[in-house]
């Protein structure tokens, strides 16, 4: 398995803007091959800043790299922007190969 992750800092007061884009933004991920799950994970407030991480996981990293490499994934990421402002810097990927699972 393969999890994928992109780490957001938002802007505390805007942070309902964040979550409805998420909540608002076309989804393909369900219809490709290896996709197992998504998740959007919200931390504790600090500073007047939330972080944020999407959270996904695949069969394997080439499954993912597919998706990133896809028609479907350039879709999904074309339309709905981020309003200006809410973010506090751009996204930081992190990706893992999961090693050990306890179900």
Known sequence: MYIAMNRFT???QRADEFIEVWKTRERNLKEFN???TFKLLQGDAKDGKIT???HATW???ESFMEWVNSPQFKQSHSKKRMPEGV???PP???GYQV???ED
């Open 92 to 94: 930081q990927f992190e």
């Open 52 to 54: 944020f991480c999407s």
């Open 10 to 12: 938002v802007n505390q």
């Open 99 to 101: 090693v050990i699972s």
């Open 34 to 36: 290896g996709y197992i």
């Open 87 to 89: 973010l506090l810097g």
């Open 59 to 61: 069969t394997s990293e």
